[in-house]
């Protein structure tokens, strides 16, 4: 089974630059997930999808983040404009979405804001 | 707010000897709990998972414990490995959401 497909795996661009990063989750996985990883800490919630419909966004800066996953399957998140403090690993997850399932995470690309 | 927190950032052990890392959980009402491996440039990885019907769980040479009593959960390895060598977090369910602990770095000494 192929895992969570994350690109690209490295970014940098400067502050206030935008950025766009995608994910493909498992397949049958109707339950999408983007974390953001601060250095140090653990994974923290931004956004989570049921198929095309989003589930959760509270914690997400939603005057500079956004996320989409138009057609159920592939998502993509983006940041315009970009600040110093976004530098950080961006992971997506995914699972099969019935409760109490567990997450499978993809590798992550890490933004760097200079 | 909801927290998850593991009591000890770093931990150190004898390979072959058995490695206990710790939670704490502040919300009763987390229904579910999973334990992840996080190796350096890469995802979390799931180890074991255990619901909140249950106080014990295992897995290869992985156990989960869990005590709702004081909200507590421990990941023990036996027999730890070099490559068990990684950041440990927990995570804690509660709603929709996963909250995740901080991290404990396990450091295999060979």
């Known amino acids: 089974e192929a895992g969570v497909a994350q690109s690209p795996r490295y970014k940098i661009i400067e502050k206030r630059q935008s950025v766009a990063f995608w994910c493909n989750p498992i397949?049958?996985?109707?339950?999408l997930y983007w974390y953001q990883q601060i250095l140090g800490q653990g994974p923290k919630l931004l956004i989570q999808?049921?198929?095309?419909?989003?589930?959760?966004d509270s914690q997400l800066p939603k005057d500079r983040f956004s996320a989409e996953r138009l057609k159920g399957v592939d998502s993509t998140l983006k940041i315009q404009p970009a600040k110093l403090e976004d530098s950080a690993v961006y992971l997506c997850?995914?699972?099969?979405?019935?409760?109490?399932?567990?997450?499978?995470f993809g590798d992550g690309t890490r933004l760097s804001i200079l | 707010g909801e927290s998850v927190g593991l009591h000890l950032p770093t931990l150190s052990v004898q390979e072959g000897d058995n490695s206990i890392i710790n939670c704490a959980y502040s919300?009763?009402?987390?229904?579910?709990f999973i334990w992840y491996k996080q190796e350096s440039g890469k995802g979390p990885q799931f180890i074991i998972d255990?619901?909140?019907?249950?106080d014990k769980r295992q897995g290869q040479r992985v156990t989960v414990l869990l005590n709702k009593t004081v909200k507590h959960l421990s990941l023990q390895i036996a027999a730890t490995q070099p490559g068990d060598s990684a950041v440990y977090f927990c995570?804690?369910?509660?709603?929709?959401?996963?909250?995740f602990g901080t991290g404990t770095s396990l450091t295999v000494i060979p």
């Open positions: 997850a995914s699972s099969l979405g019935s409760p109490n399932q567990p997450q499978h």
């Open positions: 397949s049958g996985h109707a339950t």
């Open positions: 999808f049921q198929n095309n419909g989003v589930v959760d």
């Open positions: 919300n009763s009402a987390s229904d579910y």
């Open positions: 255990i619901r909140s019907n249950m």
């Open positions: 995570a804690g369910k509660t709603g929709n959401q996963f909250y």
